[in-house]
């Protein structure tokens, strides 16, 4: 069955680095595109990015533009997300989706989310 | 950049009611709307999508319709296990959630 494993979350200070991973089984991990979304706490979901199925692609909304990078590596079924520079405001829970085969932007499937808490 | 703007933020409700949450887009977005549910401690999990269809193995009290900008999200006859916030997203210029709407039991 598809399961998406995120890690990499962590407490870290304000201006710091994070790199999260999410690993993906029981599909074909190079034919998905793949997201990034976040939940603040006591707040909404908050899309943050998404990769073509080749890595060729990447789109970012505007809160972690500049900031953040999405990467895969499909020979390791693994997606990146780099945050740079973080902030207070980017405390959540951090998940990975996979978009449908053909309909790249329908999250069919979720992980089950890494926390991130930024503090000093 | 596409707004979504979900009505109401939470309600409460009896089981057994129709239960109906509304999402207005800030334009027109065709189709292009999927609706999650979002339990405490869960994964999100797709319910609908392209706005009128069945996720597979969702159950068939769940159901959305709409096009353009005005968008419905109905359960026919609320159940326990269905006290969750809802959430529906837009595709037609990346991704947008709305607010949520969190549904709770009288």
């Known amino acids: 069955q598809v399961q998406l494993v995120e890690s990499g979350g962590g407490v870290v200070q304000p201006g710091r680095s994070l790199r999260l991973s999410c690993v993906g089984s029981?599909?074909?991990?190079?034919?998905?595109?793949m997201h990034w979304v976040r939940q603040a706490p006591g707040k909404g979901l908050e899309w943050l990015s998404v990769i073509s199925n080749d890595g060729n692609n990447q789109y970012y909304a505007d809160s972690v533009k500049g900031r953040s990078t999405i990467s895969r590596d499909n020979s390791k079924n693994t997606l990146y997300l780099q945050m740079n520079s973080l902030r207070p405001e980017d405390t959540a829970d951090y998940y990975c989706a996979r978009g449908a085969r053909w309909s790249p932007n329908r999250l069919e499937y979720w992980g089950q989310g890494t926390p991130v808490t930024v503090s000093s | 950049d596409i707004q979504m703007t979900q009505s109401p933020s939470s309600l409460s409700a009896s089981v057994g009611d129709r239960v109906t949450i509304t999402c207005q887009a800030s334009?027109?977005?065709?189709?292009?709307l999927n609706w999650y549910q979002k339990k405490p401690g869960k994964a999100p999990k797709l319910l609908i999508y392209d706005a009128t269809n069945l996720e597979t193995g969702v159950p068939s009290r769940f159901s959305g319709s709409g096009s353009g900008t005005h968008f419905t999200f109905t359960i026919s006859s609320l159940q326990p296990e269905d006290i969750a916030t809802y959430y529906c997203?837009?595709?037609?210029?990346?991704?947008?959630f709305g607010g949520g709407t969190k549904v709770e039991v009288k």
């Open positions: 997203q837009q595709y037609e210029n990346l991704l947008t």
């Open positions: 029981g599909f074909s991990f190079s034919n998905y595109a």
């Open positions: 334009r027109d977005t065709s189709n292009f």
